[in-house]
């Protein structure tokens, strides 16, 4: 059974820009979950997609949005890109809603410069 | 705000010796706690987890201890081995919104030495 997908692993842009990553998750999982993972803030909750709507946000700036489609694949996407964006942006499947096991997938790591 | 709060940041044994990682949260309503191991590079993995309705739970050398009352919570290695070696994170859910979400400890590394 494959695990939880991310792409790309490794992503440099340019502040101001914009970036788009993709999680796909585990065969039969409809829930994702999007964390922000840096050195001084660790492992951040970003918001939560179930049945292809946003279910949860944490508390991020609205440059930070996702979207589900029918098959629950997940994509993010930060507009104006600030350096202190850089981080490692983790995608977590589960099977259903509410205290189910998360399965994380690799990550994408992304450089502002 | 929620906060789970983890110790020790850092945690060397030697081989064979048990590691233990301790966690607080702040929540009452939290009822599920996972406990995840990330090696570098990669994401992190689901080790072990325990519910509200469960004291302790076993898995060959790692053990989880939860005390609702005091909102505590522990992970246990018995026998440690170097490839156990890795940062470990321990989060608590909380209700948000329509939902859940995971509350993460900043983590602890553990280098286990031969």
């Known amino acids: 059974k494959a695990g939880v997908t991310q792409t790309p692993r490794y992503l440099i842009k340019t502040r101001g820009q914009q970036v788009t990553l993709s999680c796909s998750p585990i065969s039969g999982h409809r829930s994702v979950s999007w964390y922000q993972q840096t050195p001084g803030q660790g492992l951040q909750f970003l918001f939560e997609?179930?049945?292809?709507?946003?279910?949860n946000k944490g508390n991020f700036p609205g440059r930070f949005s996702g979207r589900q489609f029918s098959n629950s694949r997940s994509e993010m996407n930060v507009s104006t890109l600030e350096l202190g964006d850089s981080a490692l942006y983790l995608c977590a499947s589960s099977r259903g809603r509410g205290n189910t096991e998360a399965f994380f997938g690799q990550g994408t790591r992304l450089t502002v410069v | 705000g929620e906060n789970v709060e983890q110790h020790p940041s850092t945690l060397s044994v030697q081989e064979g010796d048990s590691a233990v990682i301790k966690c607080t949260y702040s929540?009452?309503?939290?009822?599920?706690f996972p406990w995840y191991k990330q090696e570098l590079g990669k994401g992190p993995q689901l080790i072990i987890d325990i519910r509200s309705n469960v004291g302790e739970k076993k898995d060959q050398r790692i053990a989880v201890t939860l005390n609702k009352t005091a909102k505590h919570f522990s992970l246990h290695i018995t026998e440690t081995q170097p490839e156990d070696s890795a940062v470990y994170f321990c989060a608590a859910s909380i209700p948000i919104q329509a939902g859940t979400a995971l509350i993460f400890g900043k983590g602890t590394t553990l280098s286990v030495s031969s």
């Open positions: 997609y179930f049945s292809e709507t946003q279910r």
């Open positions: 929540d009452s309503a939290s009822n599920y």
